[in-house]
């Protein structure tokens, strides 16, 4: 479940002035913005090295590119950390 997903389960009507609002409780709100860190985390290849899908060669999570064949385009696949 995602926050996005977590939030809209949760959340009720409400009518403040007569307008249609989401209310979510503080509980809530900060049990998403938990869950949305998390999934940053698990998102961020920067966690761990990286092979070029072009050449082979792996690098650091610091590096953002490959500098043998300039591949900076392609989707990098996550390798066992280093
Ligand atoms: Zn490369």
Redesign the pocket.
Known sequence: MTAEEYIASERHEDYPGGRLCYMVSEEDALKAIEMARNEKVNNTVGMQGWI?P????VYSPTTSM?S??S?DKEIFKPCCGI
């Open positions: 070029c072009k050449c082979g060669r490959c043998y064949c591949n």
